[in-house]
């Protein structure tokens, strides 16, 4: 199985400040197909996950472009230009490329 | 737009088993993959496994091979999970989520829907 290692594991903020937070796969996500299948999510509290990026860097439909995603291979990174309250709650990176589908443990955001 | 609605919560005793629905609504459901995935209270996310219901092929993973069985009623829109042999570290909220698609579709994308959760407790 492909294991997700994000880090850190939680991040107190201050409003308007940056934030990062990485993820690193224990095998390459790079298809053949040229596509590299890493997708973020943030999970508020008592609510269902919820898309962010898909294929490393691409903001989903609604994404506030504070949000980015970047890396390749087996290293990736989600950034927060500037943290906002609505951003709390904690981000999952996943892989697709292999099954079974594995998440990072997960890094929970709150606000200073 | 699509939705993903779960059945209710569930009580169900250790040894036993627990079936929860995932029904879409207001669109297309033939041409997704449907996954589950789970989490335990105060942990991360679990997929389970996944099914294409149009044509009933499923993938599981290997911590839930022979204790999990999804299946989908095209006609109804709706997938299932099943897991059976309960034991209290089942105890969790179950997801499911539209997966892949197989056509292409304009803004759509893996994991964009997910349902609202379907809290399964397991106690004595």
């Known amino acids: 199985d492909i294991v997700m290692t994000q880090t850190p594991l939680s991040l107190s903020v201050t409003p308007g400040q940056p934030a990062s937070i990485s993820c690193k796969s224990s095998q390459s996500l790079m298809h053949s197909d040229g596509k590299t299948y890493l997708y973020w999510f943030l999970q508020k509290p008592g609510q269902s996950p919820r898309l962010l990026i898909y294929e490393v860097s691409n903001r989903f439909s609604g994404v506030p472009d504070r949000f980015s995603g970047g890396g390749s291979g087996t290293d990736f990174t989600l950034k927060i230009s500037r943290v906002e309250a609505e951003d709390v709650g904690v981000y999952y990176c996943?892989?697709?490329?292999?099954?079974?589908?594995?998440f990072g443990g997960g890094t929970k955001v709150e606000m200073k | 737009q699509v939705q993903l609605v779960q059945s209710g919560a569930e009580v169900k005793k250790p040894g036993s088993s627990v079936k929860v629905s995932c029904k879409a609504s207001?669109?297309?459901?033939?041409?997704?993959?449907i996954s589950w995935v789970r989490q335990a209270p105060g942990q991360g996310l679990e997929w389970m496994g996944r099914i294409i219901p149009m044509l009933g092929v499923t993938n599981y993973a290997q911590k839930f091979q022979g204790r999990v069985t999804i299946t989908a009623d095209d006609s109804m829109s709706t997938a299932y999970m099943e897991l059976s042999s309960l034991r209290s570290e089942d105890a969790a909220m179950y997801f499911c989520?539209?997966?892949?698609?197989?056509?292409?579709?304009?803004?759509?994308?893996?994991?964009?829907?997910w349902g609202q959760g379907t809290k399964v407790a397991v106690s004595a």
């Open positions: 989520a539209r997966d892949l698609s197989l056509v292409i579709m304009p803004g759509v994308r893996p994991f964009d829907i």
């Open positions: 207001g669109g297309s459901f033939s041409n997704f993959t």
């Open positions: 996943m892989q697709t490329i292999h099954l079974p589908l594995t």
